[in-house]
């Protein structure tokens, strides 16, 4: 078992991008890093390279669609760490464009999207509480995106009003958003801070077809990082990137 004084930290979908990142970034600062992803190989091969960084890291198999694998990891957690301090929800997925445009939306896109964005949060979020109400310093997460902003999409003066109309990615982080808000009132008494982070735009397997894109992943991870280590008097239920509040 780990020892009290280190903390223990989830990233979900850590086995590339920006949760292996964020990953890396928390294991440098001392934290004890659990790799979950949703196949099993993937995250085995990025936590030998975590570890070869001098991180301890071990990976956890976490496929947040399945009904199983939230409470199984859990249950992993509390036999080999008793408690969790940080839960970075960043698993999700884009879906393909073309299946999103209104007038040619596929319900299956939508539903899968969903599934994971949305859903697989609160799936995991709902597993991790007990563990993270064991923490003096629970802090939760939720990669969310610029995207999901409902006030930057509908200004004319916002680059995101020429982008193409999308239902499931944006609309799901828009969710996530709200989503945030309602875990973080519901926990301030417990003093479990929840909050979401905007990565902005990051050379990664989500933009890799965007022209002009040249932040890292490790850019993009600064921010999940910055609030999975908030001090006690930090904010909660906010929205976040580098520069300060995203607008929601």
């Known amino acids: 078992m780990t020892s009290e004084h280190t903390p223990i930290a989830l990233i979900t979908?850590?086995?590339?991008?920006?949760?292996?990142?964020?990953?890396?970034?928390?294991?440098?600062?001392g934290t004890a890093v659990l790799v979950g992803a949703r196949d099993s190989d993937q995250g085995e091969r990025a936590a030998a390279r975590l570890?070869?960084?001098?991180?301890?890291?071990?990976?956890?198999?976490?496929?947040?669609?399945?009904?199983?694998?939230?409470?199984?990891?859990?249950e992993w957690i509390a036999t080999r760490h008793?408690?969790?301090d940080v839960?970075?929800?960043?698993?999700?997925?884009a879906g393909p464009r073309r299946n999103q445009q209104p007038g040619s939306v596929e319900l299956d896109t939508l539903r899968a999207v969903f599934a994971t964005n949305v859903?697989?949060?609160?799936?995991?979020?709902?597993?991790?509480?007990?563990?993270?109400?064991r923490s003096r310093r629970?802090?939760?997460?939720?990669?969310?995106?610029?995207?999901?902003?409902?006030?930057?999409?509908s200004d004319p003066e916002d680059y995101f009003t020429g982008l193409p109309a999308n239902v499931?990615?944006?609309?799901?982080?828009?969710?996530?958003?709200?989503?945030?808000?309602?875990?973080?009132?519901?926990?301030?008494?417990?003093?479990?801070?929840?909050?979401?982070?905007?990565?902005?735009?990051?050379?990664?397997?989500?933009?890799?077809?965007?022209?002009?894109?040249?932040?890292?992943?490790?850019d993009g991870a600064r921010i999940a990082i910055r609030l999975a280590t908030l001090d006690d008097d930090g904010p909660t239920g906010g929205y976040f990137d580098d520069a300060g509040r995203v607008s929601w």
């Not at 839960?87 to 997925?93: Q, R």
């Not at 859903?119 to 993270?132: D, K, N, Y």
């Not at 629970?138 to 999409?153: H, K």
């Not at 990615?169 to 982070?197: C, E, F, M, R, W």
């Open 13 to 29: 979908g850590a086995n590339r991008g920006i949760g292996y990142e964020i990953a890396a970034g928390l294991g440098h600062l």
């Open 82 to 84: 008793g408690r969790l």
């Open 87 to 93: 839960l970075v929800n960043n698993a999700g997925i």
């Open 168 to 218: 499931a990615y944006s609309p799901s982080k828009s969710a996530l958003n709200h989503i945030t808000v309602q875990y973080a009132k519901h926990l301030d008494g417990d003093g479990i801070k929840v909050n979401a982070a905007d990565p902005g735009p990051c050379a990664t397997d989500f933009t890799k077809d965007l022209p002009g894109v040249t932040r890292t992943a490790a």
């Open 119 to 133: 859903f697989g949060v609160v799936a995991v979020t709902e597993a991790m509480l007990p563990l993270l109400r």
């Open 51 to 74: 570890r070869s960084d001098g991180i301890d890291a071990h990976a956890i198999r976490l496929d947040v669609t399945t009904a199983d694998d939230p409470t199984a990891a859990a």
């Open 138 to 153: 629970g802090r939760i997460v939720n990669v969310s995106s610029g995207l999901g902003s409902i006030s930057r999409m």
